[in-house]
């Protein structure tokens, strides 16, 4: 297994800034954060998702990428990945990411999935995003790029069953799926490893965050509520050790981007701690 940084955990790191820290900190490859920076928003302090310096702007001509693509190289490092913000259905955007993609190199990209409030119900929006998936499969063969759904709280593909119903029909090389436990612990769990063995081929990458929960207010019939909100990669209620060895045990041997949102580090302290953590692990197991 090897590791990866989406940067949208750089958020005040140049493409060069972070392609160098990545460097640094023994990290194989770069997931790049596929999102326009509003010009009301860029003067703002960077932040996750709202002025991030280290973004594509799907706008880009050919000549403003080539510095995402030098800045990978002159470090050694592989575009892996081109990670948008897409909505099902939208076809036209998601064959300009594909584009995107393989100027880069990169050989993934995330698509839309509809999310869940309970305003729609769930088998429109499945039908929904079947139907996209059906466009977005010919336009990765088109392409020759991956395209993965993410699991993902708050979505129709929340657990490793969800997203798996979504994407069984489709061809492995063509359409897998985004594991991210962090995010099943918001929503979605289901045992890791009985997860990564019901997606087999298609497991196609894996994003490393962790999460926790906590008591907040009483609701207004007394009972407790909770909330959940992000943890440092090893204190929350991941155990990464072990989801590591399922992985292992799988077969899997592709990459684990970093997504720490908990904003215990710096951008730089964050690619170091997270390579020399996850390495420790990899080395014991």
């Known amino acids: 297994m090897k590791l990866s940084v989406f940067t949208v955990v750089t958020p005040d790191l140049t493409p060069e800034e972070l392609a160098a820290a990545a460097k640094e900190a023994g990290i ?25 310096l280290c973004s594509i702007d799907p706008a880009s001509s050919d000549a403003e990428l080539e510095k995402f693509i030098q800045a990978a190289q002159a470090n050694g490092l592989k575009a892996i990945s081109v ?31 509809p999310a869940y409030d309970g305003t729609k119900n769930f088998n429109e929006l499945f039908e929904l995003e079947v139907q996209y998936l059906e466009g977005v499969e010919k336009l990765a063969k088109q ?14 593909a929340a657990s490793a069953s969800a997203a798996y119903r979504l994407v069984s029909k489709f061809d492995p090389n063509h359409i897998g799926v985004l594991f991210d436990p962090g995010n099943m612990v918001h929503e979605g769990y289901e045992n890791f490893r009985m997860g990564m063995e019901l997606l087999g081929p298609y497991l196609a ?10 008591k ?6 007394g009972s407790q509520a ?4 992000w943890e440092p990669n090893l204190e929350g209620v991941v155990n990464w050790k072990q ?43």
Not at 92 to 102: H, N, S
Not at 216 to 221: G, I, K, N, S
Not at 248 to 277: C, H, I, N, P, R
């Open 83 to 113: 990670t948008p913000y897409l909505q099902a259905g939208d076809l036209a955007g998601t064959e300009r990411v594909l584009q995107v993609a393989r100027k880069l190199g990169a050989g993934m990209i995330r698509v839309g999935v």
């Open 226 to 229: 909770w909330t959940s909100y």
């Open 28 to 52: 194989d490859g770069i997931e790049w954060r596929f999102k326009e920076v509003p010009a009301e928003l860029k003067d703002e302090k960077p932040s996750f998702w709202r002025n991030n």
């Open 205 to 214: 990458h894996v994003h490393i965050k962790n999460t926790g929960w906590k």
């Open 143 to 156: 392409y020759g790029v991956k395209c993965l759904v993410e699991t993902h709280h708050n979505t129709i």
């Open 216 to 221: 907040t207010e009483t609701r207004e019939d």
């Open 243 to 285: 989801v590591l060895k399922d992985l292992k045990a799988v077969g899997y041997d592709g990459y684990l981007g970093v997504e720490d949102f908990s904003g215990k580090y710096s951008s730089k302290e964050l690619l170091l701690q997270y390579g020399k953590e996850v390495r420790a692990i990899l080395a014991a197991i």
